[in-house]
């Protein structure tokens, strides 16, 4: 069973940066799929950005440029820094992961079996 813990969420003023980590455990093969998701109220989930164990990294439109996913394979981590946040960035941030499979290039939440709690990300103007 794969467990995932979020952690790093915070406030921060507009045109600050965090970073956030995820830590996985329960799975060690290949391949795989990570990523970051965000809900803010009153909206749908929307995928911000995925990596899987090749290194293929894609972004939401919104955050190109800005946002940076990453992992650290020898700490189970999955990071997404955020530079020049914005309000609209305020949101829940949520991890989840997709075993045996690679990202599908499309943010595609359907592809995530695995949900971490999720992190507040608040941005004040």
């Known amino acids: 069973q794969v467990q995932l813990v979020e952690s790093g969420g915070a406030s921060v003023q507009a045109g600050g940066s965090l970073r956030l980590s995820c830590t996985a455990s329960?799975?060690?093969?290949?391949?795989?799929?990570l990523g970051w998701f965000r809900q803010a109220p009153g909206r749908e989930r929307e995928g911000v950005a995925d990596?899987?164990?090749?290194?293929?990294?894609t972004y939401a439109d919104s955050v190109k440029g800005r946002f940076t996913i990453s992992q650290d394979n020898a700490k189970n981590t999955l990071y997404l820094q955020m530079n020049s946040v914005k309000p609209e960035d305020n949101a829940m941030y949520y991890c989840a992961a997709a075993v045996w499979t690679y990202c599908s290039g499309g943010l595609n939440p359907k592809i995530f079996s695995y949900w971490g709690q999720g992190t507040q990300v608040t941005v004040s103007s």
């Open positions: 990596i899987d164990s090749a290194g293929s990294a």
């Open positions: 329960g799975y060690t093969g290949r391949p795989y799929c």
